[in-house]
């Protein structure tokens, strides 16, 4: 049973910058698939970044040209960097790991066997 925990997720001030990991318990992370989704209050979770295996990237639309999704293999982490926060980044950050290779529904939780227990973010003045 792969498990992943997330960290770094704080209050941050509009404009400001944060980087999130995700740990994994074991080396076999580095053959899932792994994705990031927030949830604000009140709304449903959303896909915001995915890296596979081999290192190719999505982002939503919402995030492109602000975060960069990246991985470690030799620590079995994954990396969110958030610049240019906005209020609506606001939200709890999840990341997720998935065995199954379907980049173009990469934004459907359905996808993923494993989830973290998530980190808040809040952008905030």
């Known amino acids: 049973q792969l498990q992943l925990v997330e960290s770094g997720g704080r209050l941050v001030q509009p404009g400001g910058s944060l980087r999130l990991s995700c740990a994994a318990s074991?080396?076999?992370?580095?053959?899932?698939?792994i994705g990031w989704f927030r949830q604000a209050e009140g709304k449903e979770r959303e896909g915001v970044s995915y890296?596979?295996?081999?290192?190719?990237?999505f982002y939503g639309n919402s995030v492109k040209g602000r975060f960069l999704i990246s991985r470690d293999s030799a620590t079995n982490t994954v990396y969110l960097q958030m610049n240019s926060l906005k209020s609506e980044d606001t939200g709890v950050y999840y990341c997720?790991?998935?065995?199954?290779?379907?980049?173009?529904?990469?934004?459907?939780?359905?996808?993923?066997?494993?989830w973290g227990q998530g980190t808040q973010v809040t952008v905030s003045a």
């Open positions: 997720a790991a998935t065995g199954a290779d379907h980049p173009n529904f990469w934004d459907k939780k359905e996808l993923y066997e494993y």
């Open positions: 890296i596979d295996e081999n290192r190719n990237t």
């Open positions: 074991d080396f076999t992370f580095k053959y899932y698939n």
